[in-house]
Antibody, heavy 122, light 108 residues
């Protein structure tokens, strides 16, 4: 079964840091680009970051650029999101998502993890 | 960036009725690179449609997508009780990938 399981969310103070992890299983992880998409409470979907299959290309939304870093370990089948200088507006459920097409680019998203919740509050 | 505007914000319909959801792009979406997702409360989104009109694996044929350029439509031919949810469109024709704000389909 294709599966993505996020972890690492929690309560953090404004200005703090957090590292999200995503464990992938059931497919050849190294063949797919991967994404992070977040959803603030009661809000819509926001595209946060992406990384291509070999880590050679990354994307960040303007709202997180310079504060978040996406990375992957194709040997461990893991995706990461290092989040720094956290703000209240970063509070959301963060979903790990697989790209729908094997390859090096970013397309639609066909497999979603259930998400991990990040709370930013003092 | 391409801005996607979904309408209406909320659609109130009864089971068995037809639902028509709109997604309008601020610029032409190349190669009809437009996807639709369904999200139920407390769940992750689920891919319904990609390439504007191709159904994802396991999606019932009551769901159909159409459109090109700047105007796209998701149609649910006959609403089943499990179809009441929020629907999002997403374009992947130009970086950055962007989502629409969503349409909630609620029971009338």
């Amino acid at each position: 079964e294709v599966q993505l399981v996020e972890s690492g969310g929690g309560l953090v103070s404004p200005g703090g840091s957090l590292r999200l992890s995503c464990a992938a299983s059931g497919f050849t992880f190294s063949s797919y680009s991967m994404h992070w998409v977040r959803q603030a409470p009661g809000k819509g979907l926001e595209y946060v970051s992406a990384i291509n299959r070999n880590g050679g290309s990354t994307y960040y939304a303007d709202s997180v650029k310079g504060r978040f870093t996406i990375s992957r370990d194709n040997f461990k089948n893991m995706l990461y999101l290092e989040m720094g200088s956290l703000r209240p507006e970063d509070m959301a459920v963060y979903h790990c998502v697989r790209d729908g097409v094997e390859g090096y680019y970013f397309y639609y998203m066909d497999v979603w993890g259930k998400g991990t919740t990040v709370t930013v509050s003092s | 960036e391409i801005v996607l505007t979904q309408s209406p914000g909320t659609l109130s319909l009864s089971p068995g009725e037809r639902a028509t959801l709109s997604c309008r792009a601020s610029q032409s979406v190349s190669s009809s690179y437009l996807a639709w997702y369904q999200q139920k409360p407390g769940q992750a989104p689920r891919l319904l449609i990609y390439g504007a009109s191709s159904r994802a694996t396991g999606i019932p044929d009551r769901f159909s997508g159409s459109g090109s350029g700047t105007d796209f439509t998701l149609t649910i031919s006959r609403l089943e009780p499990e179809d009441f949810a929020v629907y999002y469109c997403q374009q992947y024709g130009r970086s950055p990938l962007t989502f629409g704000g969503g349409t909630k389909v609620e029971i009338k």
